[in-house]
Every structure is written in structure tokens, then in C-alpha cells.
């Protein structure tokens, strides 16, 4: 360390550990910055995160390469961040529950209006075809329209099967209905701010106790044909060029999708607060990642994730345009558990369906 030349890189290898600590911690935790307040940095940041979770083992190992005493920085800054890593990685032992009268499956779905993303068949319709096959008691989809035959390639034979397994379901006027194999009673429907935001209240009457879902579209980002370009581009390496669009264009609307869903978020947590109900469970297409502000508001100090608590691994929900997040939530509360969630490779949406299977506890 006498070598001056060996003390100055050491002072910078010190400097960059800093810097990326810094951004690392800033990534994991960017959920508790208000958009109001902080724009869309910390949100975009939170976005970031599974990048961190490859780049800093990566740091650590080039640490201990070159200067050992340096390495102590990512580590530590990885345990601070284990809390981050286990929302968006859950490490369990994959169990295989038994259903039975005790248990009931729930799946959320964005179903791109029953459209096909790509590769669309000519002969039935492959979204509603994956419902059908998986057969949850209750569904939650997200843009959602009536199921009808000729609808999409819909045809006769999958209308009458889907009314058959849900001959209950909530009001289909927003676009965000409640299917049920159950009885559904007190149903509410209500719009978000917003361009793109959505509410459905409904009361499901399960076999031995009864459970209040609030089914939800949040804001969406609201990119164009060019904006995804852009960002294609970016994900190639090929920022030069795009500066201007990045700015004027994803990043405007990104700090403005952000915004909006705090506020949406601020008023379904509003409708909770006023809930009396012992069982909630609140899902559907949040349009952000699980540790984001908006889902941390409705979540409040009562709330749980079921992904966080059922699920194994990383997961993406949202498969177009290289937007590979996990943005298709489950949110819960009271005497239920989930005992199983999983993201679904299935359908032919943009999204995939997640269908969770909850345990309803004695009292």
C-alpha cells in the first residue's frame, strides 16, 4: 500500500463499491419514494433491480480479486438488501397442497380483451381455452370482455362451458369482472383516475366463510408504437440517438403512470380502511412490481403478498416488449393462506395468468 499508484486505485476501487452500493440500495427500496415527490427516478430504480441482483455477486468476486478489504462493501450492501431480493426471489420447498373443502384456487388474468398476442389460432379462442383447462373457482381477468361465440374466434362450445363452470360472476361494464364458481353478492364497480384505472368490489360466498375481493386495473404506462421502439433500442444498447425520445417520451409518461397509480393506490387504500370484512383479498394488474409505492399503500400494515409468501423464484407476468416484470398481483388478508401461486405459461395474452391456491384457517 506504499505504492502510491496501488493507493489510488485502491481509493477508486473504494469510490465505484460506494457508487454502486449506493445505486443497489437506492434500486431495492426506490418503493418508499413517494412519485409525487421524487419523480420517477426511485420507481424506475426499483424496476432495475433484478440487474443488481446478478451485478453485485459480480462485484464481490471482482473484489476479492483485486483488493480483498473492498469485497466487505457489496457484501454488506447485499444482507441490507435480502429483504428486496426475497420479494422479488422467494426461496421455498416446493409443496404439492391437496384441495379439498377447505382450500380454494383463485387466478387473476389480464386478458388482452381475449385478443391474441401472437401466433393467434383460427379455430376457438387459446385465452379462454386456458381458463377453461385450468379451471380455477374464482377468476379475476382484467381487460375483459363478455365471452361470447364468433367473439375472437370464440366459439359455441367454449361460451357454453365457460358459463357452465362460472354461472356467477360480477358487473362486466369496466372491463375488470369477478368469475365464481361460488355465489357473488354486493357487487360495486367504480373508476380510478387516471386513463386506464379500475375497480370491482364483490362479495364471494366461499363453502365456509365469506370473502370480499377487490378486483383492480391500475394505470398503465401508456407507450406507443414509437415509445417501444425507443425502448427496444435501449434494451440493445443503442441509447445514442434516443436520448431526446427517452426523455420526452418513456420517461414523461413512466413519471406520469407512476403518479397516477399512487394516487389510485391512495383511494383503494381509502376502501379498505372503511372495510369490515375479516377475509379481503385485493389482485389483478397493478402495472408496477410487488415492492412498488402503489402496491406498498394499498398493502398498508395489514396486507400480504401471496407471491412473497407462496411463491419460488423470480417470475414475469407481463411478456411483451421486453417489459419481462412481475406486474400481476395478489394481496392479501385474514383467516386464508396460500398454500401455492404461480405464474402460468399459458394462454396467448400479453400477460400470464397467476392462479393461487389459499387455505382457509379454523378459527
Request: one cysteine or more.
Given at each position: 500500500?506504499?505504492d502510491p499508484?496501488?493507493?489510488?486505485l485502491?481509493?477508486?476501487?473504494?469510490a465505484v463499491?460506494?457508487?454502486?452500493?449506493?445505486g443497489c440500495?437506492l434500486?431495492a427500496?426506490?418503493?418508499?419514494?413517494?412519485?409525487?415527490?421524487?419523480?420517477a427516478?426511485p420507481?424506475?430504480?426499483?424496476l432495475?433491480?433484478?440487474?443488481?441482483v446478478?451485478?453485485?455477486p459480480c462485484v464481490t468476486v471482482?473484489d476479492?480479486?483485486?483488493?480483498?478489504?473492498?469485497?466487505?462493501i457489496p457484501?454488506v450492501?447485499?444482507v441490507l438488501?435480502?429483504?428486496?431480493f426475497?420479494d422479488f426471489?422467494?426461496?421455498r420447498?416446493?409443496t404439492v397442497?391437496t384441495?379439498?373443502n377447505?382450500?380454494?384456487s383463485?387466478m387473476?388474468?389480464?386478458t388482452l380483451?381475449?385478443a391474441?398476442y401472437?401466433?393467434?389460432?383460427?379455430?376457438s379462442?387459446?385465452?379462454?381455452?386456458?381458463?377453461?383447462?385450468?379451471?380455477?373457482d374464482?377468476?379475476?381477468?382484467?381487460e375483459?370482455?363478455?365471452?361470447?361465440?364468433?367473439?375472437?374466434?370464440?366459439t359455441?362450445?367454449?361460451?357454453d362451458?365457460?358459463?357452465?363452470?362460472y354461472?356467477?360472476?360480477?358487473?362486466r361494464?369496466l372491463?375488470?369482472?369477478?368469475?365464481?364458481?361460488?355465489k357473488i353478492?354486493?357487487?360495486?364497480?367504480d373508476t380510478?383516475?387516471?386513463?386506464?384505472?379500475?375497480?370491482?368490489?364483490?362479495v364471494?360466498?366461499l363453502d365456509?366463510?365469506?370473502l370480499t375481493i377487490?378486483?383492480?386495473?391500475?394505470?398503465?404506462i401508456g407507450?406507443d408504437?414509437?415509445?417501444k421502439?425507443?425502448?427496444?433500442?435501449?434494451?440493445q444498447?443503442?441509447a445514442r440517438?434516443?436520448i431526446?425520445?427517452?426523455?420526452?417520451g418513456?420517461?414523461?409518461?413512466?413519471?406520469?403512470?407512476?403518479?397516477t397509480r399512487?394516487s389510485?393506490?391512495?383511494?383503494?387504500?381509502q376502501?379498505?380502511d372503511?372495510?369490515t370484512?375479516?377475509n379481503?383479498?385485493?389482485?389483478g394488474?397493478f402495472?408496477?412490481?410487488?415492492?412498488?409505492?402503489?402496491i406498498r399503500?394499498?398493502?398498508?400494515?395489514d396486507?400480504?403478498?401471496?407471491y412473497?409468501e407462496a411463491g419460488r423464484?423470480?417470475s414475469?407476468?407481463?411478456?411483451?416488449?421486453?417489459f419481462y416484470?412481475?406486474?400481476d398481483?395478489?394481496l392479501?388478508?385474514?383467516?386464508?393462506?396460500?398454500?401455492?401461486?404461480?405464474t402460468?405459461?399459458?394462454?396467448?395474452?400479453?400477460h400470464?395468468?397467476v392462479?393461487?391456491i389459499?387455505k382457509i384457517?379454523?378459527?
Amino acid at each position: 500500500m506504499n505504492d502510491p499508484r496501488h493507493r489510488i486505485l485502491f481509493n477508486v476501487s473504494i469510490a465505484v463499491n460506494l457508487i454502486l452500493a449506493a445505486g443497489c440500495m437506492l434500486s431495492a427500496y426506490g418503493g418508499y419514494f413517494s412519485p409525487d415527490y421524487f419523480h420517477a427516478i426511485p420507481a424506475i430504480a426499483l424496476l432495475a433491480f433484478p440487474f443488481w441482483v446478478v451485478a453485485m455477486p459480480c462485484v464481490t468476486v471482482a473484489d476479492l480479486i483485486t483488493f480483498r478489504k473492498t469485497a466487505l462493501i457489496p457484501a454488506v450492501t447485499m444482507v441490507l438488501c435480502v429483504g428486496a431480493f426475497l420479494d422479488f426471489c422467494p426461496i421455498r420447498v416446493r409443496t404439492v397442497p391437496t384441495q379439498g373443502n377447505d382450500t380454494f384456487s383463485l387466478m387473476i388474468y389480464n386478458t388482452l380483451n381475449l385478443a391474441d398476442y401472437k401466433e393467434p389460432a383460427t379455430d376457438s379462442n387459446t385465452t379462454l381455452q386456458a381458463i377453461i383447462d385450468l379451471r380455477p373457482d374464482i377468476i379475476c381477468m382484467q381487460e375483459a370482455p363478455a365471452v361470447a361465440p364468433s367473439f375472437h374466434n370464440i366459439t359455441r362450445a367454449q361460451a357454453d362451458t365457460f358459463k357452465m363452470l362460472y354461472p356467477n360472476h360480477g358487473t362486466r361494464q369496466l372491463g375488470v369482472p369477478v368469475y365464481s364458481r361460488f355465489k357473488i353478492t354486493h357487487i360495486m364497480a367504480d373508476t380510478l383516475p387516471g386513463t386506464s384505472g379500475m375497480l370491482e368490489k364483490c362479495v364471494v360466498d366461499l363453502d365456509s366463510t365469506s370473502l370480499t375481493i377487490y378486483n383492480v386495473h391500475l394505470q398503465s404506462i401508456g407507450l406507443d408504437t414509437d415509445d417501444k421502439a425507443t425502448f427496444m433500442a435501449l434494451t440493445q444498447g443503442h441509447a445514442r440517438g434516443n436520448i431526446k425520445k427517452i426523455k420526452s417520451g418513456l420517461l414523461a409518461k413512466l413519471n406520469h403512470a407512476f403518479k397516477t397509480r399512487a394516487s389510485q393506490a391512495r383511494i383503494i387504500r381509502q376502501y379498505l380502511d372503511a372495510d369490515t370484512a375479516e377475509n379481503i383479498i385485493v389482485c389483478g394488474d397493478f402495472n408496477d412490481v410487488a415492492s412498488c409505492y402503489a402496491i406498498r399503500t394499498i398493502m398498508g400494515n395489514d396486507l400480504m403478498n401471496a407471491y412473497t409468501e407462496a411463491g419460488r423464484g423470480p417470475s414475469a407476468t407481463y411478456r411483451a416488449n421486453r417489459f419481462y416484470f412481475h406486474i400481476d398481483q395478489i394481496l392479501y388478508k385474514g383467516r386464508i393462506k396460500p398454500v401455492e401461486i404461480a405464474t402460468l405459461r399459458t394462454g396467448n395474452s400479453d400477460h400470464y395468468p397467476v392462479r393461487a391456491i389459499f387455505k382457509i384457517e379454523n378459527l
